[in-house]
């Protein structure tokens, strides 16, 4: 009996024909030389994270301005207080400030340590810009400074009184009561004085009719345009104004009777005030041997000026 054929399979290992005994020894020891250097590698990882600690706390390592009260970007202000951190601000207190404008302002330093400083500004600081992008510094003692341009300033607000120009002031006509002469008179009364008085815009009507029954001009309304350009950062926010009273009743030698009322509300950008009149008539009257009749007269008088909200210590306009 012939012995049974075996079939031998050769593999090819870099080129070269081998057995299949000879084919497995090399694989396991390829695998075993494989071993040993991860082994190695892992163990130097680990002395390097031993050492200085996992990626992420390489990076948080490295010096840097980081965050202002937790937030990546953010603004300044007089009177805030800050929480700064980061890394490599030093273990001795150096200095911090931002730098914008043409101006350095050093915060108060509370805390300073190699990764945390809790810093505050002035609250009486004045005379600056509202900036969108500052130079913030942390000066570190004894190596190089840390900067970061991802905050702002916002300067401290002040609200100022302005008196609106003459220019812009107008009044509503109204519609045409009659033409004469090629001259239009219109049925809006329109003001025998707008003035300012240092600290108000004036507006005054007044008119005498004859005859003790005389009616007076209608109530209207005028209009405030502000149209004088603000400088950066400021605005128009509110507006003040005071008017003479309207009343009714008989007393003792005259009349009061009103007409209309004073009101004053934003339209747009404008401001509308609707005016209301006074009716004044004195009583018929006897002056020695010569008998005065009745005097009529009619008066509205109100007086207004703006609120300008902007950063402190800066010319509005």
Known sequence: MSPPDIKIQSIEIRGGMTSPRVGQTLAKERRASLEKVNTRIAARLSDLGSAYGTPRQLVNRTPAIRRVNAKRSGVFEPGGQYEITGSGFGKQQGDIFIRFAGATLHFNIDHWSDETLFVGLAQDISGLPDTETVDLVVGVKNSAALRSALFGFRAAREVSN??????????????????????????????????????????????????????????????????????????????????????????????????????????????????????????????????????VSCSSFYKLRLKVEGPRGLPFA
């Open 162 to 295: 302005v008196v609106p120009p003459v220019s812009c002031f107008s009044y509503d006509k109204g519609s045409v009561a009659l033409k004469i002469a090629g001259q239009t008179v219109w049925t809006g009364m329109p003001p025998d004085s707008v003035y300012s008085d240092g600290e108000y815009l004036n507006v005054k009507r007044s008119s005498t009719p004859s005859g003790s029954n005389a009616a007076c001009f209608p109530p209207g309304f005028d209009r405030i345009q502000w149209n004088i350009p603000l400088n950066p950062g400021f605005e128009v926010v509110d507006f003040e104004w005071y008017h003479d009273s309207l009343d009714d009743g008989d007393f003792d030698g005259y009349n009061l009777r009103r007409a209309g009322e004073y009101s004053a509300n934003w339209d747009g950008d404008d401001i509308r005030v609707t005016y209301g009149v006074q009716r004044h008539r004195d009583s018929a009257e006897v002056l020695g041997m010569i008998p005065l009749p009745a005097c």
